[in-house]
């Protein structure tokens, strides 16, 4: 079996973390392929949800892979293609064009909080805790992870977490802004069938502009406003605006088509 995959299920797929023997921490080869099969995905036009977890109820993932860095600890050209490679993975799952969740149950650390930050939505259950020791190994998160966790939890909250890589819980991470949800461990299922069902009815076309939207609001780097204007006008000539307005107008539920 793959240590990462993707599993498709209709509109609705997931990429699987299965590395439990070394609690999915990311190799440098799972990130180059990551980068692979998030291309896949962005190449689908039939995907209109991803979520990203663990093949292994307890575990998120544990970040980048320790054993290896260790290794290479003398090799500077392989520490910086690591680097690299961890930050191509991260932005190719920031940049996909649909919907992202993080389905977190159990430990969320360094490069594994990256990549939970790196989607849209997060959920977690009552065992997941988060940290980003990198500072305890003297070692750089990736600039643009950076940036995002501070959008996404505030200045003094993301320094906190960086400077002194301390864990923080779950309950910790819902009031920083860290997740979206926080549920008992039997209840994520539950959460995520509500959620990414939710996501899967959304107009796909409509749900990718608009999810540009809130990235250029958020100044988000790469978002091409001029794109986006483009997306918001098809939106209005497109299929879907007159799907969603008759069946409001018909008391329905909308049938949208795959775009294209």
């Known amino acids: 079996m793959r240590a990462i ?3 498709r299920d209709g509109p609705l797929t997931a990429l699987v973390i299965d590395r439990a023997e070394r609690r999915n921490a990311l190799s440098h080869a799972m990130l180059d392929e990551l980068v692979t099969l998030a291309a896949d995905v962005a190449a689908d036009p039939a995907i209109r949800v991803l979520v990203v977890r663990s093949a292994t109820a307890g575990i998120f993932c ?3 892979d320790i054993a290896e860095y260790r ?5 500077l050209e392989w520490s910086r293609s690591s680097q690299r490679a961890m930050a191509a993975a991260l932005a190719a799952v920031r940049s996909l064009p649909i919907p992202t969740v993080a389905a977190i149950d159990g430990p969320c650390m360094g490069g594994g909080c990256a990549l939970a930050v790196a989607c849209d939505l997060r959920a977690c259950t009552e065992r997941a805790e988060f940290a980003i020791p990198v500072v305890k190994l003297g070692a750089m998160f990736p600039i643009a992870d950076a940036v995002a966790l501070t959008r996404l939890i505030g200045p003094a909250r993301a320094k906190r977490m960086l400077l002194t890589g301390a864990r923080i819980d779950a309950a910790t991470a819902l009031r920083y802004g860290l997740v979206d949800e926080l549920c008992a461990v039997e209840g994520l299922d539950g959460v995520l069938a ?9 107009a796909p076309r409509s749900a990718r502009a608009l ?3 809130v990235e250029l609001a958020g100044e988000h780097p790469g978002v091409d406003a001029d794109a986006l ?4 006008l098809a939106a209005l000539a497109g299929p ?3 799907e ?3 069946a409001f107008v018909q008391r329905r539920a909308p049938v949208f088509a795959d775009p294209a």
Do not use: N, S
């Open 5 to 7: 995959r993707l599993e």
């Open 62 to 64: 544990a970040g980048g």
């Open 71 to 75: 290794d290479h600890a003398d090799d």
């Open 194 to 202: 509500e959620l990414t069902g939710q996501l899967c009815a959304a």
């Open 211 to 213: 999810k540009l939207v």
């Open 229 to 232: 204007e483009h997306l918001v």
């Open 240 to 242: 879907e605006y007159r």
């Open 244 to 246: 969603g307005i008759d």
